[in-house]
């Protein structure tokens, strides 16, 4: 037998060329396999067995037009709603804009009901649930509802839901007890209105005092409430002795008159326990007769800078003293589909 031996160089040349072999192998196979999230079962795509996890990237959408939500109310407070396009002037950093939609209708709404559980409520709670039945009972049957209770933490009561008598049992559920962390309740119900259904959305808030035992910051709240598509309302219970107990109770109601603002909201003291059924219809009502001004950024810019927004109204010579009341910011800006809460 006539054994030969294959040089060094031959043998370095055969190890280099299995390794490209192997590489292109290994490169086509990939390239036939399934897209990601499905499965091979007998050699068809099965979407139902998803193996590998998808993570779809952002879909950025313009922002064309900036809607703004007007309350307009005459000067016994009560809404006005007969008014027409041409009774409003829309100016963005005082440059008036032309308003190229207009529309006044009783659209669904997506509302979160916020209400203090805390053990100050203890003697009131009984007359707050029905001013939180109250807005229920005024609302269309196409709107949704989301519960959230707070005390020393804010929990979801109830996610989205029409069913009044649902919610009923929700609130029914809690007793009035410990501290009030009315931040982080406000974190948690603009957090759950990701998840609604309609365009128009609000969140009224049920207290009858300040904040004192929240994680979230008062800061970082402001913050997250200029940037939601989303008012805010909220009715202030306060009595003397309230007022009297420590800075953060004392400064409760400027707390919630500047956070509703900010959203365009409304923030309604109550003195009287009696008063809170009328407060809660007139707050029902002022979500069943807004405004909605939509126009183009100026100069058609979608830079992401914040612009202050004014509405004016001509209504007619009798009413000049009537009062608009909307979001005092707006940002145009590219938006994504999949903005991550924090």
């Not at 064309?64 to 409003?88: A, G, H, S, Y």
Request: net charge neutral.
């Amino acid at each position: 037998m006539i054994s030969a031996s294959i040089p060094r160089p031959v043998r370095d040349f055969q190890k280099q060329l299995r390794n490209v072999l192997v590489f292109a192998l290994a490169t086509a196979a990939v390239a036939f396999l399934p897209p990601p999230g499905i499965a091979q079962v007998d050699g068809r795509s099965d979407t139902s067995r998803a193996s590998i996890r998808q993570f779809p990237k952002p879909i950025q959408i313009e922002v064309e037009m900036v809607l703004v939500n007007v309350t307009v109310t005459d000067p016994d407070d009560r809404p006005m709603m007969d008014l027409q396009k041409d009774d409003f002037r829309l100016f963005e950093n005082n440059v008036e804009q032309e308003i190229l939609d207009f529309s006044h209708q009783d659209a669904p709404v997506s509302i979160g009901i916020l209400i203090d559980m805390s053990g100050s409520m203890a003697d009131k709670i009984d007359k707050a649930r029905p001013a939180v039945l109250q807005i229920l009972k005024t609302a269309n049957p196409q709107d949704e509802f989301l519960l959230v209770s707070f005390a020393d933490h804010a929990k979801l009561t109830s996610g989205f839901t029409s069913n009044i008598a649902e919610l009923q049992n929700s609130m029914m559920s809690n007793k009035p007890k410990g501290s009030t962390a009315l931040l982080d309740a406000i974190h948690l119900g603009m957090k759950q209105m990701r998840n609604a259904k309609y365009r128009r959305r609000a969140l009224v808030v049920i207290s009858d005092g300040g904040d004192n035992h929240s994680w979230h910051s008062e800061s970082r709240i402001r913050k997250e409430l200029k940037e939601a598509d989303c008012q805010l309302y909220a009715i202030g219970i306060y009595d003397e002795h309230d007022m009297k107990l420590t800075v953060e109770e004392h400064n409760g109601p400027q707390l919630l008159f500047e956070m509703a603002k900010i959203t365009g909201g409304r923030a309604f003291p109550v003195s009287s326990l009696d008063e809170l059924p009328s407060i809660a219809a007139k707050i029902s009502m002022e979500l069943r007769d807004q405004y909605v001004l939509g126009y183009k950024p100026g100069g058609g810019r979608h830079d992401g800078t914040w612009r202050s927004i004014k509405v004016k109204v001509l209504p007619p010579t009798s009413l000049r003293q009537c009062r608009a009341q909307t979001k005092p910011h707006a940002r145009a800006s590219w938006k994504s589909n999949r903005t991550p809460w924090p």
